[in-house]
């Protein structure tokens, strides 16, 4: 099935620094989504890409669809402590709106 | 609108007792999902549903059983717990696009 590598694992940055994310895939994709997990807390929807090349904006964070629609990428520009969490890239999988995630990045930021 | 509601939030269970994590959403949204998180990981899909009487599996079926018969439940049931299945359970709804999570059952087997 779909596989998406999410690289780093973990970020540590102090506040006020940027922090980037990277969804891979081997394989073109249909769409990319972004996911938020907070401590302890469930995954809460983002973004959703599907045009190669696409980049949309939310505040401070910056979402990128490949051109050849296989990797994706979410910026956070000047973190603050409210951005600390996971954050997973997910891909539709086959029928019934199934979703692959990813790995996950887990973001700490430090004062 | 609740959202998606699930409980028990917290459980611990013996080894080989059986349990249902229940799962409830309130925005008529035809797809639902279960998935379990272990510590560190991404979401892997256990069982998943189109519809009120349909059922499939996802990544990881085994152990674990659904029903869907109505729209808005989708309960999770564990038969014979084993420690692997102690993780955290999360449920999920769709329409279409962006998956709305409940707040998850925390799930020990001991």
């Known amino acids: 099935g779909q596989q998406v590598m999410q690289i780093p694992q973990y970020q540590h940055v102090q506040e006020g620094e940027d922090f980037t994310t990277y969804c891979n895939s081997s394989t073109t994709l249909s769409n990319i989504q972004w996911y938020k997990q907070r401590p302890g807390g469930h995954p809460v929807f983002l973004i959703q890409?599907?045009?190669?090349?696409e980049v949309k904006k939310q505040k401070r964070l910056t979402f990128q669809f490949g051109e050849a629609k296989k990797n994706s990428s979410l910026h956070i520009t000047a973190t603050q402590t409210t951005d600390v969490g996971t954050y997973f890239c997910?891909?539709?999988?086959?029928?019934?709106?199934?979703?692959?995630f990813g790995t996950g990045t887990q973001l700490k930021v430090e004062l | 609108n609740a959202g998606v509601t699930q409980t028990p939030k917290f459980r611990i269970l013996k080894i080989g007792q059986s349990m249902t994590l229940q799962c409830a959403q309130d925005?008529?949204?035809?797809?639902m999902y279960w998935y379990r998180q272990d510590p560190g990981m991404g979401l892997k899909l256990i069982y998943y549903s189109v519809g009120a009487g349909i059922t499939d599996k996802g990544e990881v079926p085994n152990g674990y059983n659904v029903s869907r018969s109505t729209t808005e439940d989708f309960p999770l049931r564990l038969e014979l717990a084993a420690p692997s299945q102690t993780s955290v359970y999360f449920c999920?709804?769709?329409?279409?696009?962006?998956?709305?999570f409940g707040p998850g059952t925390r799930l020990t087997v001991l």
């Open positions: 997910a891909t539709f999988t086959g029928g019934g709106n199934k979703l692959t």
């Open positions: 925005m008529n949204h035809n797809y």
């Open positions: 999920a709804s769709t329409n279409y696009n962006e998956q709305f």
């Open positions: 890409l599907v045009k190669s090349g």
